[in-house]
């Protein structure tokens, strides 16, 4: 029998990401969900741009030089008897393998979008992994205080882009200046907008019409109006119905608009979007499916942070828990070493500090003291049970250099700082084939991450080097591993290379190549994630 509290505490949870181009507002939205939570007292405090104030995330000198947060960090706050968790996702444009990765411990993601903009590039690629988990996709248009793009073709640019169904929940009326509220479809009301300068306040003034209310049509104008009344015809004739099933399955988008600057929409968001969602769901294990309520703890390993405390060169293992209650002086097994060990220093990342913990649940994150033992996918469970849960696919980077150690006697530490910071997971290497040829290319998702390793080599490791970069932008593994490379065809401009575990790659310059390759060799299967 599970103790009830155990299941009470998991039942409650919520644990996403939020997913967005840069400047989509994704860092207003937390701002706005942690204060509804009273997690935070005023906005800005996430990500203190203005007042130099900088987040726990926020741990490396390039990061503090740049002013920008690379990595990421996760936010857990309360609200209306939920225990919600926040998988915080870098906002800049260089991101990494990192942000790929934290949605591999999300059991939903939300999308926020621009809605001057519609669907952009960042999203899009972080849409992608969502889709291969079939996690569901909640979408916040946001921004509706300033001119918006037209409602009906941001669902169609969702719709077509992404390649997702849209369900919407509720409505604008009119945006920018002419911004005059939003029509809840569910509860036939429209809430109106005033605008106020929010600051640190919880939210904008809000009245709430019945849709047939003299006082509505006279606020919103007759042009306004009559449209409202047209959309919401046009949209219960012809879109989606809202199918949980498919919502679930991450096939249908329940979509809201809203402007987190000014608080309008984001709590009516909050409010569906918990309702909507799960608390944590079984995941898979080579022993088949693990319950999160039923089973006793366990965990897995989804990201490593180095140097979080430059004086101790120390480690950080992040992992998810999955199942059961976390209970910080039992021990607990590690699967791939097969050795039984107490986590140390085990603490909760929240918005402004770093918590040591005593206990956490099923649907939290925790981050522990990391001896060098642990690699990215690990699974953690109690001594007794040695299942291990789906490894994380290595994401395909983008960005190529040749890497030069400018000094050959220290070819030791500089051999040894790339590989250690490639087991952390933040950049990859890969070797040539040409023979005897010892060089070194690394792949990175985000171009900072190149900065990262150059002044990691340096600082750490006392390893200068320089680096060159390469034209490639596209990288595919080949599906059966024992294929010889050398010998496909059409491979001008194509460069073999094998990982560190001697896995055939191939990297090419644009997307066209890669089609061409196929063509040419017959049975060849070229794949844009390594399932580990
Ligand atoms: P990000 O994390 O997705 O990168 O976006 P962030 O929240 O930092 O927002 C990017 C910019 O957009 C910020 O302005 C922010 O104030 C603004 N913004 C966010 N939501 C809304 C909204 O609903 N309406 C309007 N009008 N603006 C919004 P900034 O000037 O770049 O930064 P700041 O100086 O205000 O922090």
């Known amino acids: 029998m599970v103790e009830q509290t155990i299941k009470n505490e998991i039942q409650k949870r919520r644990t996403f990401a939020i997913i967005s181009h840069p400047d989509a507002g994704k860092t207003t939205l937390t701002e706005k969900f942690l204060l509804y939570g009273g997690a935070i007292n005023t906005a800005g405090s996430v990500k203190g741009k203005a007042t130099a104030k900088y987040a726990v995330s926020d741990w490396m000198e390039i990061e503090k030089e740049r002013g920008i947060s690379v990595t990421s960090s996760v936010l857990q706050f309360h ?3 939920y225990c919600i968790n926040i998988l915080d996702t870098p906002g800049h444009q260089d991101f990494s393998e990192d942000t790929y990765r934290t949605l591999m411990a999300a059991d939903s993601a939300v999308m926020v979008i621009d809605a001057s903009k519609g669907v952009e590039e960042q999203t899009i690629k972080l849409f992608k992994v969502c889709v291969m988990r079939h996690i569901p996709i909640f979408t916040f248009i946001n921004k509706m205080d300033r001119d918006a793009k037209d409602s009906f073709e941001l669902l169609d640019d969702i719709e077509t882009v992404l390649g997702i169904h849209t369900c919407p929940i509720n409505w604008p009326i009119g945006s920018g200046k002419q911004f005059k509220g939003i029509y809840d479809r569910k509860a036939k009301k429209v809430r109106t907008f005033e605008s106020v300068a929010t600051g640190g306040l919880k ?7 019945d ?3 003299p006082a509505l049509k006279e606020l919103a104008t007759d042009e306004l109006y009559e449209q409202l009344i047209e959309e919401i015809e046009l949209l219960d004739g012809a879109s989606d119905p809202l199918d949980m099933e498919k919502v679930q399955s991450g096939e249908l988008s329940p979509v809201f608009f809203g402007s987190a600057l ?6 009516t968001f909050l409010k569906y979007f918990l309702e909507m969602t799960t608390s944590p769901l079984p995941r898979l294990s080579n022993e088949g499916s693990i319950d999160p309520i039923e089973h006793d703890f366990s965990a897995f390993v989804f990201k490593i942070q180095a140097n979080m405390n430059k004086a101790h060169r120390d480690r950080i293992a992040f992992m998810r828990i999955c199942s059961g209650k976390f209970e910080a002086d039992r021990e607990v097994y590690h699967v791939q070493s097969k050795r039984t060990l107490k986590l140390s220093q085990p603490q909760q990342i929240m918005a402004q500090d770093r918590q040591v913990i005593s206990k956490a649940y099923a649907g939290d994150v925790i981050g522990v003291f990391d001896p060098g033992i642990f690699a990215i996918g690990d699974t953690i469970t109690l001594p007794g049970s040695k299942f291990e849960y789906e490894g994380i696919p290595t994401f395909a980077p983008e960005h190529f250099a040749r890497v030069i150690q400018l000094n050959s006697m220290k070819r030791k530490q500089f051999v040894k700082g790339i590989t250690q ?7 990859q290497i890969f070797q040539e084939y040409t023979a005897g040829m010892a060089e070194i290319i690394v792949g990175v998702v985000g171009v900072l991450q190149f900065d990262v390793l150059k ?5 750490e490791y006392g390893c200068e080097i320089r680096l060159e970069s390469l034209p490639y932008a596209f990288i595919r593994w080949v599906g059966d591993p024992s294929t010889d490379v050398t010998k496909l065809k059409r491979m001008n401009n194509v460069k073999a290379v094998k990982d560190m575990k001697g896995n055939p790659l191939l990297l090419f310059v644009n997307d066209w190549m890669i089609r061409m390759v196929l063509e040419d060799n017959e049975g060849l299967e070229l794949l844009e994630f390594k399932k580990n």
């Open 79 to 81: 609200y209306n008897g």
């Open 203 to 209: 939210s904008a003034a809000e009245t709430d019409y």
């Open 211 to 213: 849709l047939n209310d």
């Open 262 to 267: 000014t608080t309008f929409g984001v709590e």
């Open 421 to 427: 910071i490639a087991q952390e997971g933040a950049i």
């Open 455 to 459: 002044y990691r080599l340096e600082n």
